[in-house]
Nanobody, 125 residues
Framework: QVEVVESGGGLAQAGGSLRLSCAAS????????MGWFRQAPGKEREFVAV????????HYADSVEGRFTISKDNAKNTVILQMDSLKPEDTGVYFC??????????????????WGQGTQVTVSS
């Protein structure tokens, strides 16, 4: 079993920055990847970014490419999502998720096995 806990988030102005953290604990040795998703009111949960557990590979949604950076602190089993040049459309609840084994598809919520409780990000114009 793996537990993931998000922290960070909050309120920012357009053009500003926020930093989210996700701490994984438990049987993390079996994990393949950690991802971030977000969900705006009335919309489906959408993929934001993913990093392999080794930290060797990353992938971003087109909407955040060049503005967001995902990284991993291996010593702390923590994944960081640095969000810069924020836009109002980045507003939503951000969820961290862990993938328990290798899967070909990495940008769909149903491919992830463990989820955090979510943290609110609000970007004002």
């Amino acid at each position: 079993q793996v537990e993931v806990v998000e922290s960070g988030g909050g309120l920012a102005q357009a053009g500003g920055s926020l930093r989210l953290s996700c701490a994984a604990s438990g049987r993390t040795i079996d994990l393949y990847a950690m991802g971030w998703f977000r969900q705006a009111p009335g919309k489906e949960r959408e993929f934001v970014a993913v990093i392999t557990w080794s930290g060797s590979s990353t992938h971003y949604a087109d909407s955040v490419e060049g503005r967001f950076t995902i990284s991993k602190d291996n010593a702390k089993n923590t994944v960081i999502l640095q969000m810069d040049s924020l836009k109002p459309e980045d507003t939503g609840v951000y969820f961290c998720a862990a993938m328990g084994e290798y899967r070909v598809v990495i940008d769909r919520p149903q491919e992830y096995d463990y989820w955090g409780q979510g943290t609110q990000v609000t970007v004002s114009s």
